[in-house]
């Protein structure tokens, strides 16, 4: 199949919680041959609820003793077969199991090696412990929603952010670095912040404050500040909002029609962008009459059969129940071990097909120890046994 | 910072979406060679605010200059037929065509003239489907996505609390960094199969697609009924407990979530005696007290500065940062210890940082950054690499395709 296009790409995967997993599953769903390192007797790898089940689809799971030198050599055998290496435990952790970069690429000199991190690898920081929800706060993230309280309401701390955002910078380097292995046949080492990826996604609202010496109004959009109306309006049914924009003429005249031309709308003071940027206020209140009357849904088509932006503010329910998500295809169901149905998400575009990537169900811990050690590393069934045995292989 | 991770890739980029500027962005910072190709008189991206100064006019669009660093520009106007003729050379020359949802375009005529031709369309909601003509910007997307939701959810009255509405073009940035992964799949799917593929990007889905969380929780019948907060509920993010503190000079975020972790975080504040207590014994019973724990921490912080209490944090290796403005970023000795921001020498705009690539290489040289290119600076060099000659040229000129 073509569109397996990591296909014979074998990537080890240290990686755990969000960011790196992300990542991998990408990647996996693109075909590449991702192995899980685990472990089956420390507590943080029993954890497979919820949120676990959408980021390791398409993986295999082995579970390896690292506190030992028999289980370091088998990581290094491991390596010696595989492309990628990613992990993302705190700066030292890889060095001190003697896992670093220098050590994997003295068994396989061309090894794609990348380290994703709170803030980096390198400068004064390097050693902070540190989750993506606290970098959503130290990247300015949340300064953009409201001010900081005690509850953390409307504060941008939720939902993840910076987790997901470094988990697509992280497959892009990968896809790019395996690229110019291709053609070159050299292999490299990535320093990866999750702050930094976090800051590039926001490198319009930060250079608006670096270019202006404003700050942004927290909850107010940095864009698109000509366009009006230009909100979010509550519609008939309970908590039930629509986003609507208009900025062009066209669309204006669209939403006049779509509104029965009430004669406010074609008063002295509505007729060009620039009067109407004048009577915003006027505007919203009207227009927020108007959408109280009638359910979001009903008001986001009729606007949008005239053309003008307009979409109901979903919950994750409606994202997956939308008829036009369901023609992307992003929410899949996998059936578990257990016989029940998890969702979960395939690769978030498309081309001419149906396919979605190469999705599987999420490992489960240790699941395919025997494809690692006997098919991969070419152990005997003899030899397996004694790691088992030992505790080596867990 | 440029890296040369994608020498060799050669990219046309058509489109005045962010969306599409910035997954060209991204592959030419990577080290692709990226052609914009604008309308006559410009990209309209030239003219969208921020401005240098906050003074509008030419060459003043400080988010063009960034999301068009490291490109080459050239104009040519597609409503010509001579102007479409000239695309269909371009596209001879290159590997990869990003584009935005224009269906003016005539892609299989440009697929005829490059069979090997990937084309990846990024578009607000996909080629296909009800909504592929439906109008969006950020606003929308970003609503539509259940961002602006579950951005103001948990709140103590959802009635007179509206969602979030986006901070900016966030929609189109996750947009074009998805189209940038989707594009480098589409290069080696492309060499697999034996000829271009269709690469569709929908804005909303890629958006939509980081709310992985909720997903779980949908999957699992743990989702919220709506979007009121329970009596008493701190905020568990990715499975650990986070506050909020006042501190002297703003505020800083803990999470103590494990309970080696806690049990450092009450040393740091001077509550030794909460390792013995039985009610803080396990996450779950931190999360039902959590409340005792932030009264109690908030006390110690409000004393000092936010940076003094991360500092304290992080030395007994508690996860602890201060809550920034915009404008500390520049000040994040961190950053700049890691040469994170890109000087970008233009002829107008000076003296800024522009946010970079997230990544540090070893064994790579990384190059500077060079500016954007003035609208159709390029244009007479990357004719003639097409063999087109001086005499044409100037026809071309005089009728306005260029």
Same mark, same amino acid.
């Given at each position: 199949?073509?569109?397996?296009?990591?296909?014979?790409?074998?990537?080890?995967?240290?990686?755990?919680?969000?960011?790196?997993?992300?990542?991998?599953?990408?990647?996996?769903?693109?075909?590449?041959?991702?192995?899980?390192?685990?472990?089956?007797?420390?507590?943080?790898?029993?954890?497979?609820?919820?949120?676990?089940?959408?980021?390791?689809?398409?993986?295999?799971?082995?579970?390896?003793?690292?506190?030992?030198?028999?289980?370091?050599?088998?990581?290094?055998?491991?390596?010696?077969?595989? @492309?990628?290496?990613?992990?993302?435990?705190?700066?030292? %952790? &890889?060095?001190?199991?003697? #896992? !670093?970069?220098? =050590?994997?690429?003295?068994?396989?000199?061309?090894?794609?090696?990348?380290?994703?991190?709170?803030?980096?690898?390198?400068?004064?920081?390097?050693?902070?412990?540190?989750?993506?929800?606290?970098?959503?706060?130290?990247?300015?993230?949340?300064?953009?929603?409201?001010?900081?309280?005690?509850?953390?309401?409307?504060?941008?701390?939720?939902?993840?952010?910076?987790?997901?955002?470094?988990?697509?910078?992280?497959?892009?380097?990968?896809?790019?670095?395996?690229?110019?292995?291709?053609?070159?046949?050299?292999?490299?080492?990535? @320093?990866?912040?999750?702050?930094?990826?976090?800051?590039? %996604? &926001?490198?319009?609202?930060? #250079? !608006?404050?670096? =270019?202006?010496?404003?700050?942004?109004?927290?909850?107010?959009?940095?864009?698109?500040?000509?366009?009006?109306?230009?909100?979010?309006?509550?519609?008939?049914?309970?908590?039930?909002?629509?986003?609507?924009?208009?900025?062009?003429?066209?669309?204006?005249?669209?939403?006049?029609?779509?509104?029965?031309?009430?004669?406010?709308?074609?008063?002295?003071?509505?007729?060009?962008?620039?009067?109407?940027?004048?009577?915003?206020?006027?505007?919203?209140?009207?227009?927020?009459?108007?959408?109280?009357?009638?359910?979001?849904?009903?008001?986001?088509?009729?606007?949008?059969?005239?053309?003008?932006?307009?979409?109901?503010?979903?919950?994750?329910?409606?994202?997956?129940?939308?008829?036009?998500?369901?023609?992307?295809?992003?929410?899949?169901?996998?059936?578990?071990?257990?016989?029940?149905?998890?969702?979960?998400?395939?690769?978030?575009?498309?081309?001419?097909?149906?396919?979605?990537?190469?999705?599987?169900?999420?490992?489960?811990?240790?699941?395919?120890?025997?494809?690692?050690?006997?098919?991969?590393?070419?152990?005997?069934?003899?030899?397996?046994?004694?790691?088992?045995?030992?505790?080596?292989?867990? | 910072?440029?890296?040369?991770?994608?020498?060799?890739?050669?990219?046309?980029?058509?489109?005045?979406?962010?969306?599409?500027?910035?997954?060209?962005?991204?592959?030419?910072?990577?080290?692709?060679?990226?052609?914009?190709?604008?309308?006559?008189?410009?990209?309209?991206?030239?003219?969208?605010?921020?401005?240098?100064?906050?003074?509008?006019?030419?060459?003043?669009?400080?988010?063009?200059?960034?999301?068009?660093?490291?490109?080459?520009?050239?104009?040519?106007?597609?409503?010509?037929?001579?102007?479409?003729?000239?695309?269909?050379?371009?596209?001879?020359?290159?590997?990869?065509?990003?584009?935005?949802?224009?269906?003016?375009?005539?892609?299989?005529?440009?697929?005829?003239?490059?069979?090997?031709?990937?084309?990846?369309?990024?578009?607000?909601?996909?080629?296909?489907?009800?909504?592929?003509?439906?109008?969006?910007?950020?606003?929308?997307?970003?609503?539509?996505?259940?961002?602006?939701?579950?951005?103001?959810?948990?709140?103590?009255?959802?009635?007179?609390?509206?969602?979030?509405?986006?901070?900016?073009?966030?929609?189109?940035?996750?947009?074009?960094?998805?189209?940038?992964?989707?594009?480098?799949?589409?290069?080696?799917?492309?060499?697999?199969?034996?000829?271009?593929?269709?690469?569709?990007?929908?804005?909303?889905?890629?958006?939509?697609?980081?709310?992985?969380?909720?997903?779980?929780?949908?999957?699992?019948?743990?989702?919220?009924?709506?979007?009121?907060?329970?009596?008493?509920?701190?905020?568990?993010?990715?499975?650990?407990?986070?506050?909020?503190?006042?501190?002297?000079?703003?505020?800083?975020?803990?999470?103590?979530?494990?309970?080696?972790?806690?049990?450092?975080?009450?040393?740091?504040?001077?509550?030794?005696?909460?390792?013995?207590?039985?009610?803080?014994?396990?996450?779950?019973?931190?999360?039902?007290?959590?409340?005792?724990?932030?009264?109690?921490?908030?006390?110690?912080?409000?004393?000092?500065?936010?940076?003094?209490?991360?500092?304290?944090?992080?030395?007994?290796?508690?996860?602890?940062?201060?809550?920034?403005?915009?404008?500390?970023?520049?000040?994040?000795?961190?950053?700049?210890?890691?040469?994170?921001?890109?000087?970008?020498?233009?002829?107008?705009?000076?003296?800024?940082?522009?946010?970079?690539?997230?990544?540090?290489?070893?064994?790579?040289?990384?190059?500077?950054?060079?500016?954007?290119?003035?609208?159709?600076?390029?244009?007479?060099?990357?004719?003639?690499?097409?063999?087109?000659?001086?005499?044409?040229?100037?026809?071309?000129?005089?009728?306005?395709?260029?």
């Amino acid at each position: 199949m073509y569109q397996n296009a990591l296909e014979g790409v074998r990537v080890v995967d240290f990686s755990w919680v969000v960011a790196g997993p992300f990542c991998t599953k990408l990647l996996g769903l693109m075909g590449a041959d991702v192995i899980k390192i685990e472990s089956a007797t420390k507590p943080q790898y029993k954890n497979r609820g919820s949120w676990f089940s959408v980021l390791n689809n398409s993986k295999k799971s082995c579970t390896i003793n690292l506190s030992v030198d028999e289980g370091k050599a088998l990581v290094k055998r491991l390596v010696a077969v595989s @492309d990628v290496v990613v992990e993302n435990f705190s700066t030292g %952790v &890889m060095d001190r199991l003697g #896992l !670093g970069y220098d =050590a994997l690429r003295s068994v396989n000199a061309n090894i794609i090696y990348v380290s994703s991190s709170g803030v980096g690898r390198t400068g004064p920081g390097k050693n902070y412990l540190a989750y993506g929800t606290l970098l959503q706060g130290l990247s300015g993230w949340t300064s953009l929603f409201s001010g900081p309280n005690p509850h953390m309401e409307g504060m941008g701390i939720v939902p993840s952010w910076t987790d997901p955002i470094t988990g697509l910078w992280e497959a892009l380097v990968i896809q790019a670095a395996l690229l110019r292995r291709s053609r070159t046949g050299e292999g490299v080492y990535v @320093d990866l912040s999750m702050l930094e990826s976090t800051i590039t %996604v &926001m490198g319009d609202v930060f #250079l !608006g404050v670096a =270019a202006t010496g404003r700050l942004p109004v927290a909850g107010r959009p940095s864009s698109y500040s000509s366009a009006v109306p230009h909100g979010i309006y509550a519609c008939k049914e309970s908590d039930s909002w629509i986003a609507i924009s208009v900025e062009l003429q066209s669309e204006w005249e669209g939403f006049c029609t779509v509104l029965g031309n009430p004669s406010w709308c074609h008063e002295d003071g509505m007729l060009t962008l620039a009067d109407r940027q004048r009577n915003r206020e006027q505007i919203d209140r009207r227009l927020a009459e108007w959408t109280s009357q009638l359910p979001a849904k009903e008001v986001f088509h009729r606007l949008q059969s005239a053309g003008v932006p307009a979409g109901p503010c979903y919950n994750i329910k409606d994202v997956v129940e939308d008829p036009q998500m369901q023609v992307r295809g992003l929410y899949r169901r996998l059936p578990m071990n257990d016989g029940k149905e998890k969702m979960t998400t395939g690769i978030p575009w498309r081309d001419e097909t149906e396919w979605k990537g190469e999705l599987s169900k999420a490992p489960a811990l240790g699941e395919h120890n025997e494809y690692v050690f006997l098919k991969l590393l070419g152990m005997s069934e003899r030899e397996y046994e004694s790691y088992r045995s030992a505790g080596i292989i867990e | 910072m440029r890296l040369g991770l994608l020498s060799g890739v050669r990219v046309l980029e058509v489109g005045d979406t962010v969306a599409v500027a910035f997954s060209g962005k991204i592959l030419a910072d990577m080290g692709a060679d990226v052609v914009t190709v604008e309308p006559p008189g410009g990209s309209c991206l030239r003219r969208l605010p921020p401005y240098f100064e906050d003074v509008p006019g030419p060459e003043r669009s400080v988010l063009h200059n960034w999301l068009s660093s490291n490109k080459r520009s050239m104009t040519l106007s597609l409503e010509k037929e001579r102007g479409r003729a000239i695309l269909r050379e371009l596209v001879r020359g290159v590997d990869v065509l990003v584009k935005g949802p224009d269906r003016g375009l005539d892609v299989a005529g440009l697929k005829e003239a490059n069979p090997n031709l990937t084309v990846t369309t990024i578009s607000p909601f996909g080629t296909e489907g009800p909504y592929a003509n439906y109008r969006a910007n950020d606003l929308i997307l970003f609503a539509m996505s259940g961002f602006s939701y579950y951005l103001a959810c948990p709140v103590d009255d959802p009635a007179s609390t509206p969602p979030k509405q986006n901070p900016g073009y966030q929609v189109g940035l996750v947009a074009g960094l998805t189209a940038a992964s989707a594009t480098l799949w589409g290069l080696v799917a492309a060499k697999r199969k034996g000829h271009g593929v269709m690469v569709d990007v929908s804005e909303w889905e890629a958006f939509s697609h980081l709310l992985f969380e909720h997903i779980g929780w949908l999957s699992e019948g743990k989702l919220a009924p709506d979007r009121k907060r329970l009596p008493g509920a701190a905020i568990t993010v990715v499975g650990g407990l986070v506050w909020c503190l006042p501190c002297s000079d703003g505020w800083a975020l803990v999470s103590p979530r494990e309970d080696h972790q806690f049990k450092q975080w009450s040393e740091v504040i001077g509550e030794e005696e909460w390792a013995r207590r039985p009610e803080f014994a396990t996450p779950n019973l931190r999360e039902r007290n959590a409340w005792e724990i932030y009264e109690r921490s908030a006390a110690w912080t409000k004393l000092r500065k936010k940076t003094d209490v991360s500092l304290a944090a992080q030395e007994k290796k508690v996860a602890c940062f201060p809550v920034s403005q915009m404008n500390d970023l520049p000040k994040l000795e961190q950053l700049n210890h890691r040469g994170f921001w890109a000087e970008i020498d233009h002829p107008v705009i000076k003296n800024l940082k522009y946010p970079g690539l997230p990544v540090k290489t070893d064994n790579l040289d990384a190059l500077p950054s060079g500016p954007a290119p003035t609208s159709g600076e390029h244009t007479l060099a990357i004719l003639k690499e097409l063999g087109i000659s001086s005499e044409e040229i100037k026809n071309l000129w005089q009728f306005a395709v260029i």
